[in-house]
């Protein structure tokens, strides 16, 4: 059986390898960025340990939102609530009788189309024999 000290434990297990990766993270993206030199290092400092020790309280949720994007797992959520189609109730053949006879129905679009483009030229003659 799991106690509270277990639980608060794999917390902070799972805090400390979050402020691994986005120490690799941090590192990465200054040097893909910035080089290798000495301006690199100071930026790098300065970002570890603003965002790492002063400001972790609000950037490890937010890295949290940010993976969960990039790997599709919030992507899905969104898709599902926000992107469905609602359900639509069951439309009897024909129509509800209200909008008949309103407006052209598509066989009279098609008799009125004018046919593909020929890019202003006529149609083509049948081959000869």
Excluded: C
């Amino acid at each position: 059986m799991l106690t509270g000290m277990e639980v608060f434990e794999f917390f902070s297990d799972f805090n400390l390898i979050l402020k691994i990766f986005v120490l690799l993270m941090i590192i990465s993206f200054v040097y893909n960025h910035l080089g290798k030199g000495p301006m690199a290092w100071i930026i790098m400092i300065a970002l570890v340990y603003f965002v790492l020790l002063d400001g972790w309280a609000f950037f490890g949720p937010v890295y949290i939102l940010y993976m969960l994007l990039a790997m599709g797992f919030a992507g899905f959520l969104v898709d599902f609530f926000f992107m469905s189609q609602p359900l639509r109730q069951k439309q009897q053949p024909g129509g509800s009788g209200a909008d008949m006879g309103i407006g052209p129905t598509s066989m009279d679009a098609r008799q009125q189309s004018p046919g593909p483009h020929h890019g202003g030229r006529g149609p083509r003659a049948p081959p000869p024999g």
